[in-house]
C-alpha cells in the first residue's frame, strides 16, 4: 500500500512540476513577445516621428516669418532659434541631419522663412546667407597670423581694444566652456602650462560678417572656433588613420603655414618634416625662434637659436609645445598627405623661393649660393 502510495505521490509531484514548467515558459514567452512589441512599436513611433519632423511644418503656408542667427551660434543653437519660431518641428532632429549630412557653415544675420521649406531649403540659405540686409563690415584675418596679430586686426576694425581681446582669449573659466563647447578641436593639450596663450593657431583664418554691433569678443572667438570646427571636422578621421592628434596637426600646420606660401611648397616642407622627425632630427625651423623671440625680426642671428623655450625647434625634439599662428586648409591638407622624398633640409632665397636638399653638404652648398 505504502509503495502505490509512494508512485502516485512521485506522479502527483512530477504533474506539478510539469504545469509549472509549462506556466513559466508561458511567462517567459508573454514577456519576450511583450519586450518585442516594445521595441517594434518604439522603434515604428521613432521612425514616424523622425519622418515627420523632417517635413516641412506647414507646406501650404507661405507666411515669411523673421529669423535672426546671432553670431557664433552652433548647429543646436540655430535648431533651437528655428523651433521655437515654428519653422522646423524639432531642434534636435535638425542638429542631429545637419551633422548626418555633413553640413556646416551656417552664417549669422537676419532671415526671412517660411513654414513650408524643407529642411534642405533652410539648411542651403544658412550655408549662401541670403539674408535680410547686407553686413554693417568684414573683417578679414589672414592665414599664418598669431592671437597677438589678430587681437591687432580686430583692434583696428572694431570697436574692441586689444587688451580686451586677449585677456578673453587668455581667460580660463572662458577657455573651460569653449572645451566643453568644442571638445573635436579643443582638447587638454591647450592647457598646458608652457603654451603662450591656450587658442594659438585655433582661430580660423576667413573674412568674417557682421550684421550688427551687439558684438562681443567672446562671439567673435566661438564664431572663428565655428570655423575651425567646420574646417577641421572633415579630416578628423584621416588623422586618426595618421594618429596624429588635433592639436599635434594644428601644430604642425602652423609651422607649414609659416614656411611655405603655395600648395606645392606645403606638401614638400610637410614631407621634409616628417623626414626629419622620422630620423630623429630637429626641425630647427626660424619661425618658432621668431615665435619664442615674442616678436618680428627680417633675419634670425645665430644668438636667436639659443633662446630657452618649449617653442624653439633648434633647442628641443619633436614638435613645439603648441601652434604658433593658424593656418590655411590647405596647411592641414599638407600635413595629411605630404609630399614623399628624400629631403631633409630646405632654405628661402631672397626672391622668395625654396631650395631642397637631400644631404647637410648640399645644404651648405645651397647656403653658399643663394645666401648673403
Wanted: net charge positive; glycine share 6%; aromatic share 10%.
Amino acid at each position: 500500500m505504502s509503495k502505490r502510495k509512494s508512485k502516485s505521490t512521485y506522479r502527483n509531484n512530477l504533474k506539478a512540476r510539469s504545469e509549472e514548467a509549462r506556466t513559466v515558459r508561458k511567462i517567459v514567452l508573454i514577456i519576450i513577445l511583450s519586450i518585442l512589441l516594445i521595441f517594434i512599436i518604439g522603434g515604428y513611433s521613432g521612425y514616424t516621428y523622425i519622418k515627420q519632423a523632417l517635413q516641412p511644418v506647414d507646406p501650404d503656408s507661405n507666411e515669411e516669418v523673421k529669423v535672426e542667427i546671432p553670431l557664433g551660434s552652433s548647429s543646436s543653437s540655430i535648431g533651437s532659434i528655428l523651433e521655437k519660431k515654428g519653422i522646423i518641428k524639432d531642434g534636435r532632429i535638425f542638429r542631429f541631419y545637419t551633422k548626418f549630412k555633413n553640413q556646416s557653415g551656417f552664417q549669422a544675420g537676419k532671415y526671412n522663412f517660411t513654414k513650408s521649406m524643407t529642411l534642405d531649403e533652410i539648411i542651403a540659405s544658412l550655408k549662401t546667407g541670403k539674408i535680410v540686409k547686407d553686413a554693417l563690415f568684414k573683417v578679414t584675418i589672414p592665414e599664418g597670423k598669431s592671437i597677438d596679430e589678430i587681437a591687432e586686426i580686430f583692434a583696428d576694425k572694431t570697436k574692441i581694444k586689444k587688451a580686451e581681446f586677449l585677456k578673453v582669449v587668455n581667460d580660463k573659466a572662458f577657455i573651460d566652456k569653449l572645451m566643453e563647447k568644442y571638445p573635436a578641436i579643443l582638447t587638454k593639450d591647450i592647457k598646458n602650462k608652457e603654451i603662450r596663450t591656450p587658442l594659438e593657431g585655433y582661430l580660423f583664418a576667413a573674412t568674417y560678417n557682421f550684421y550688427d554691433e551687439k558684438y562681443t569678443v567672446k562671439s567673435i572667438v566661438e564664431m572663428m572656433l565655428e570655423k575651425t570646427s567646420e574646417v577641421v571636422g572633415p579630416y578628423l578621421d584621416q588623422l586618426k588613420e595618421k594618429d596624429i592628434s588635433i592639436h599635434e596637426a594644428i601644430t604642425l600646420a602652423s609651422l607649414v603655414e609659416k614656411e611655405a606660401k603655395t600648395e606645392d611648397q606645403r606638401r614638400k616642407i610637410a614631407g621634409i618634416f616628417y623626414n626629419r622627425l622620422d630620423e630623429g632630427m630637429k626641425l630647427q625651423t626660424d619661425p618658432t625662434v621668431l615665435y619664442a623671440l615674442g616678436k618680428h625680426k627680417d633675419k634670425v642671428l645665430l644668438s636667436d637659436l639659443k633662446i630657452k623655450s618649449p617653442y624653439n625647434t633648434y633647442e628641443i625634439e619633436g614638435l613645439p609645445v603648441g601652434p604658433i599662428a593658424n593656418f590655411s586648409e590647405s596647411s592641414l591638407e599638407a600635413i595629411i598627405k605630404p609630399e614623399q622624398s628624400d629631403y631633409l633640409y630646405f632654405l628661402h632665397d631672397a626672391e622668395g623661393n625654396i631650395h631642397y636638399a637631400k644631404t647637410h653638404e648640399e645644404h651648405l652648398k645651397l647656403k653658399q649660393q643663394y645666401i648673403k
